[in-house]
């Protein structure tokens, strides 16, 4: 099979070029540049609809302009959180991911802000974008080769039609008034980008507080009639100190008191109950962060509930808090999502949560990132049968992560298995993420149909498994995609 004509069956068009050589002068991607035709740019040159992509685990918005609140990202944790103030190129570029990664690797934007007598790069950059530029321009250069960059690069080009991985000035201003100019009516802009790029669904992790306060009723409104959540636990785990705001404030809200088990089972359920009316059917946590996926089931008599409390007293804590979430995910039937690797190597292996599995088998765990954990990831969703596999953020890291995950889990793992969403700080890293995704996805495919003579269709609808349809059936969100 021609990878070429493969590739156009998930984009809706012939493939032309997958490199990035063909942009013209001033930025604007010309036929063939970034892999397009690409769905919902006017182009596609095809007789089929292009294959959709479910983006089932986003950050969209977790940027500066959008700001902070005390749990983290105001778009994590407030509905309808619109941008403070005018959101430029450095907010998309300098976000956690690309501006964790370059601060890293020696980027200090609180100095460079300093030069020029301001709080902030961005406010820099406002005034004096030629300076600024200058300033910032060898550490993204540095950054140049990285998926991060690349994603964000690629998602612009297509979103904006403007290529900044040209580094030239004139490309980053056009860009920047692009972006400031759509980011001013954001919920309208994400759903015009959505169609642009191919998305059907959109998936939020989001924090307790996202379902009892918002920006306004209208912009919240506006968000959820396109956006679908699921409820983060990691913020419970943190509740056990002896003064903590965050649980006075969630006891004040849900009329509930922990400090007890029969208290704080009744405190999680009620936080489950009303992130449930609002329409959320899944969980989150990150703890690989920092410590081990190894969530023992815990005594409730050797549990202390909160106060000065020793390291094993902690771990215990949140091992109880955590079965205690999985026990009503279980009963809900709600799925789970766990951060697996790419940080903490050394106890964010996957392997532990065999336990989780069997002990909640009506939940469905979805292990996500997976990296550099593929091997390990591939054999629980192999031999378990409600863990599942998503690879978003694996093209954002690297994109060869994500094609060594599907050589490990194309001929090892059920297909019904795997999913590709992005984990994105904003709707442009993610459109990037996307091609990259599509076009891998293609050859790896491809190569599997030409060896085993599977015929195109097929091939075609197992893409469009691990692009849409596998996230419906796990999620329950959304419409399953026939392929012609």
Sequence with gaps: MDRRVFLGSLTGGPLLATGITDA??????????????????????????????????????SIASIGMAPEGFRADAEAGALPARRTTLLDLLIDPYLGGWMAAAGFNAADIARKFGKADLQSAWMEAPDQVFNEIRPHLERQRLTGVFQCLRRGIALLHGHDIGSLDLEAWKAADQSIAMRYESLFQWYRKAMEQAGFSELIRPVHPSFFIRSQSDSSAQEELSFTHTILRIDPLLGLWTTDSQKRDKMAETFGVEPVDAASWRKLIQAIFDAAAQKGTTGIKQLQAYSRSLDFQEADESQVAWAGDLTPYQVTTFKNWVVNECCRQAHERGWPHQIHVGTHNLSKSSPLPLEFLAKRY???KLVLIHCWPFIDESGWLAKYLPNVYLDTCWQTVLNPDFFRRALKAWLGYVPHHKIMCSHDSTSLEMAAGSSLFTREILAEELGEHAGVLQIPHKDMSQLAAGFLHNNAVDVYGIGTVFQVD
Excluded: L, V
């Design 24 to 61: 013209s002068p001033s930025g604007r991607q010309q036929q063939g540049t970034f892999g397009t035709p690409f769905p919902g740019g006017g182009e596609s040159g095809g007789d089929h609809p292009p294959i959709p992509n479910f983006c089932a685990h986003e950050h969209w918005g």
């Design 361 to 363: 088998p009506r939940m």
